[in-house]
């Protein structure tokens, strides 16, 4: 069974229980880092503990959420090893895999997307890494 971690701020509490749904109706096990109210809290405090907990092993990828996916990534790709993409439509859910091979995908709770973000989801799951040059384009990025 995969197992999938995810979070989120204040600002995308209703999307995470909504992706969460859709993750454990395909037989995905997820593991919730909150928040679960629409108290105010800071967004990098939830990427921090979200990518620390990912890093320790076992996840297959993970899931970050805010009010835009925008703070949330930025925070999370400063923690080592992790490689965070905002995905916005079907095609950047493709290539956020495909190409980047993401260990984690970003949404927002307060933007209007064309799409469900759960078809995004499904989309990056469905969606197997190209490998070849974008290994090597991977490679540079872990490194700086
Ligand atoms: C919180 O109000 C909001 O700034 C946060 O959810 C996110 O959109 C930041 O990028």
Known sequence: MKKIIIASDHGAVY????????LKS??????DMGVNT??????PDIALSTCNEFNKGGYYFGILL?????GISIAANKVKGIRC???YDLFTAEMAKAHNNANFIAF???IKYSVPVTAMVDKF???TFSGERHERRISKI???
Do not use: H, P, W
């Open 38 to 43: 629409e108290d105010s809290v800071d967004y």
């Open 15 to 22: 999307l995470k229980q909504e992706i969460i749904s859709f």
């Open 125 to 127: 799951m469905k969606t």
């Open 108 to 110: 927002g709770g307060r």
């Open 26 to 31: 395909n037989n995905c096990e997820v593991k």
């Open 142 to 144: 872990m490194a700086i």
């Open 66 to 70: 805010c009010g835009t996916g925008i």
């Open 85 to 87: 993409a905002q995905v």
